[in-house]
Nanobody, 121 residues
Framework: HVQLVESGGGLVPPGGSLRLSCTGS????????MGWYRQAPGKQRELVAT???????NYADSVAGRFTISGDNAANTVSLQMNSLKPEDTAVYYC???????????????WGQGAQVTVSS
């Protein structure tokens, strides 16, 4: 059994910064990819950023240059540093991991519970 726990959400004014963190626990044997997705009110869930093998990163065009993802697969952790926040960044942010479950002896995709980020105007 695998769990992802997120922390770091909150309320921030436009132009401010927040840092989200996510830690995996349970029967994780190894991690390939971790990342962040977000869902704004009335919108579909969308990719924010991912990191694969600790070094290969991918960012949505809307956050490139403002957000930075970092990870440590050995520690089952990923963070998202969000700078120059805009009101349109307001969403629930979900941690994602592609991991091998030693209990199931198989790869699977996992999601955190979601962290609310609100950028007020």
């Amino acid at each position: 059994h695998v769990q992802l726990v997120e922390s770091g959400g909150g309320l921030v004014p436009p132009g401010g910064s927040l840092r989200l963190s996510c830690t995996g626990s349970g029967s994780i044997y190894s991690v390939k990819t971790m990342g962040w997705y977000r869902q704004a009110p009335g919108k579909q869930r969308e990719l924010v950023a991912t990191i694969t093998d600790d070094i290969y990163t991918n960012y949505a065009d809307s956050v490139a240059g403002r957000f930075t993802i970092s990870g440590d697969n050995a520690a089952n952790t990923v963070s998202l540093q969000m700078n120059s926040l805009k009101p349109e960044d307001t969403a629930v942010y979900y941690c994602y991991a592609r991991a091998f479950d030693r209990a199931a002896l198989d790869w699977d995709s996992y999601w955190g519970q979601g962290a609310q980020v609100t950028v007020s105007s």
